[in-house]
């Protein structure tokens, strides 16, 4: 077991690791050494997580969340195999630990007085500016 906060620990056998090539500089070695790190979770069918981390989860995740609910996170940044496979599962635990925070809900305010003030001051004041812009007109005396 994995643990990732004090109540969520996810099972090694959730994972699956598939090992390809990375992409970018690295000449001979990159085109035949399989470094990167594809690692897959399927989130939706995961005994370990409560509903709300699962769906706030797939949501954090975006775009990474295929159809299916598994979530697929690549890693190659570093050049061994090793440290890769940490990486990805760290990035994985990080997530995981955001989406089992609760956001704080959000309550409707109003504007102060001294905003709705300052706001129609900014305004005048404004509407002073361009009207200097203006043209004179020339009168006729």
Not at 35 to 57: E, G, I, K, M
Not at 110 to 115: G, L, N, Q, V
């Amino acid at each position: 077991m994995i643990p990732v906060t004090a109540s969520i620990a996810i099972d090694e056998n959730e994972i699956t690791f598939d090992f390809i090539r990375a992409s970018g500089p690295g000449g001979q070695k990159v085109n035949k050494v399989a470094t990167a790190v594809q690692l897959r979770f399927d989130v939706r069918n995961s005994p370990n997580l409560p509903d709300n981390v699962c769906s706030r989860l797939i949501q954090l995740a975006g775009r990474r969340v295929n159809d299916d609910g598994i979530l697929i996170i690549e890693a190659k940044r570093f050049r061994t195999q090793e440290r890769n496979r940490q990486d990805a599962l760290d990035r994985l635990i990080g997530l995981i630990r955001k989406a089992s925070k609760k956001p704080k809900p959000r309550f409707k305010t109003s504007p102060t007085r001294a905003s709705r003030e300052r706001k129609l001051a900014a305004k005048r004041h404004r509407s002073r500016v361009k009207g200097m812009r203006r043209p004179v007109v020339a009168s006729d005396d």
